[in-house]
């Protein structure tokens, strides 16, 4: 099973801040199979990017993910406050498959 | 558009079955390249992937869940089901049915079911 573990599991931005969250992989993966999901209190998550780097429809253009093998980062340009969420990043490259434990982003 | 719909039971005696059923519209759970699947959130918010049936009909499991789960689909009503037995406090879960894209990532989720092991 592959692990994947976020850091930090919490953290608070102000509005504006560039904020990046890291997702660190027990074994390497192919970046067509590292995804990112956004869930807001009481709602689903909600797919935010997929193959590493693609926004899915809807998702402003501050946000953006980037990496390969092993280690791989979500980025928000500019914190906004519609941002508060909790991220989690998901990996689709073998069974079962897994998400990492989230980062609780809130804002100052 | 895509729209997933959990219904079950919300409240399940220890050691009991739970049965849920995800509702599926605006596509067929038989087109092609398409995964529907099962997750939990556990209380404390982390996320385990149960399974999916492929939509030819093919079924994995995590292996960790694979003794005391079923995952069975009605391509007439447009359902999948999900059935779990043998409960227990740790079950305690909201639990989502999920659209998986060829791509290996979730691009439709149900709102959501809660389900409680209690006696």
């Known amino acids: 099973e592959i692990v994947l573990t976020q850091s930090p599991t919490t953290m608070a931005a102000s509005p504006g801040e560039k904020i990046t969250i890291t997702c660190s992989a027990s074994?390497?993966?192919?970046?067509?199979?590292l995804h990112w999901y956004q869930q807001k209190p009481g709602f689903s998550p909600k797919l935010l990017i997929y193959?590493?780097?693609n926004l899915a429809s809807g998702v402003p253009a501050r946000f953006s993910g980037s990496g390969s093998g092993t280690s791989y980062s979500l980025t928000i340009g500019t914190m906004e406050a519609e941002d508060v969420a909790t991220y989690y990043c998901?990996?689709?490259?073998?069974?079962?498959?897994?998400f990492g434990g989230g980062t609780k982003l809130e804002i100052k | 558009d895509v729209q997933l719909q959990e219904s079950g039971p919300g409240l399940v005696k220890p050691s009991q079955t739970v049965s849920l059923t995800c509702t599926v519209t605006?596509?067929?759970?038989?087109?092609?390249?398409?995964?529907w699947s099962w997750i939990r959130q556990f209380p404390g918010n982390k996320l385990e992937w149960i399974g999916y049936?492929?939509?030819?009909?093919?079924?994995t499991y995590n292996p960790s869940l694979t003794s005391r789960t079923t995952i069975t689909r009605d391509t007439s009503k447009n359902q999948f089901f999900l059935e779990m037995n043998s409960l227990t406090a740790e079950d305690t879960a909201t639990y989502y049915c999920?659209?998986?894209?060829?791509?290996?990532?979730?691009?439709?989720w149900g709102q959501g079911t809660s389900v409680t092991v209690s006696s």
């Open positions: 605006g596509i067929s759970i038989t087109t092609g390249n398409y995964r």
């Open positions: 049936i492929y939509y030819s009909g093919t079924i």
């Open positions: 999920a659209r998986e894209d060829y791509g290996n990532f979730m691009d439709y």
């Open positions: 193959r590493t780097s």
């Open positions: 998901q990996q689709g490259s073998s069974i079962p498959r897994t």
């Open positions: 074994s390497s993966i192919s970046s067509n199979y």
